[in-house]
Nanobody, 124 residues
Framework: QLQAFGGGLMQAGGSLRLSCQASGRTFNGYTVGWFRQAPGKEREFVAG????????GYANSVKGRFTVSIDSAKSTVYLQMNSLKPEDTAVYFC???????????????????WGQGTQVTVSS
């Protein structure tokens, strides 16, 4: 089971760091993705880090502002969010899978395990 935390209320231009952890295991061998869902909108891909090599991918809307990383123990995946905008307001979810192929990093259905989400609210 995954747990995402670190959300909160922030003014535009501020920063937040989200964390994702898995109960009882590490992310060794897992691709981890961050997704978000705003009210009335579909869940969308934000960023992800692949299981081997640690290559990353980002949605165009967050590229240059958000950074996904994993700690050396592979126990926590982070999403550093800088220069936050009101349109970043959403519930943020982390997801993991040992079998996401390279081109499916941003596909929600490619992930089998999901966290409960953490709310990020950015005020203007």
């Amino acid at each position: 089971q995954l747990q995402a935390f670190g959300g909160g209320l922030m003014q535009a231009g501020g920063s937040l760091r989200l964390s994702c952890q898995a109960s009882g295991r590490t992310f060794n061998g897992y691709t981890v993705g961050w997704f978000r869902q705003a009210p009335g909108k579909e869940r969308e891909f934000v960023a992800g880090i692949r299981r081997y090599g640690g290559s990353t991918g980002y949605a165009n809307s967050v590229k240059g502002r958000f950074t996904v990383s994993i700690d050396s123990a592979k126990s926590t995946v982070y999403l550093q969010m800088n220069s936050l905008k009101p349109e970043d307001t959403a519930v943020y979810f982390c997801a993991a899978s040992p079998s996401v192929i390279h081109s499916s990093l941003g596909v929600p259905s490619a992930y089998g395990s999901w966290g409960q989400g953490t709310q990020v609210t950015v005020s203007s």
